[in-house]
């Protein structure tokens, strides 16, 4: 078993760097190209919707926590802010919902965390924050490849 935590400011050029620094601590799990690819994208959507919708207001110290403990062929990440928090998660969850809907958004974030990940799971309450909780199982076993 390994761990690791991460903390960095809410800004978009630290979407790229949370998912590479996430998929280098999974290489030890040895992940195919196409787990580690799932892995990046589903931190990726977590990360940036931390940046867009947790912190609406601009400037100040915003900060976004990613944290990941390796078990077996298992990646665990949680991915957390202190934002705004989600009113309705059950809603937020739906395809194609966004709280942002002049903006381009697609609504498909969370539903991307859940299809490239074996376990999803999601938190939150208004003006504490969110947490994302996924779960990766590596190896192409029927457990990995159950989605």
Same mark, same amino acid.
């Given at each position: ?20 620094? !996430? ?19 589903? !931190?990726?959507? %977590? ?24 078990? =077996? ?13 989600? =009113? ?30 074996? =376990?999803?799971? !999601?938190?939150? %309450? ?16 029927? =457990?990995?490849?159950?989605?």
């Amino acid at each position: 078993m390994n761990r690791m935590k991460l903390c960095f400011l809410a800004l978009s050029e630290n979407e790229v760097f949370a998912r590479n620094v !996430v998929a280098a601590f999974a290489l030890p799990l040895n992940p195919t190209l196409s787990e580690l690819s799932d892995v990046k994208t589903a !931190v990726s959507e %977590a990360v940036t919707n931390c940046i867009v919708h947790a912190y609406p207001e601009k400037g100040g110290e915003y900060w976004v926590s990613v944290e990941c403990e390796t078990e =077996e062929n298992r990646l665990h990440i949680i991915v957390t802010d202190s934002g705004k928090g989600i =009113e309705d998660v059950p809603r937020a969850l739906t395809p194609f919902y966004t709280s942002c809907p002049g903006e381009e958004r697609s609504g498909m974030g969370f539903t991307i965390m859940q299809t490239f990940m074996n =376990e999803f799971h !999601v938190t939150s %309450a208004p003006k504490k924050g969110t947490r994302v909780e996924m779960t990766k199982c590596f190896g192409g076993t029927a =457990e990995a490849n159950a989605r």
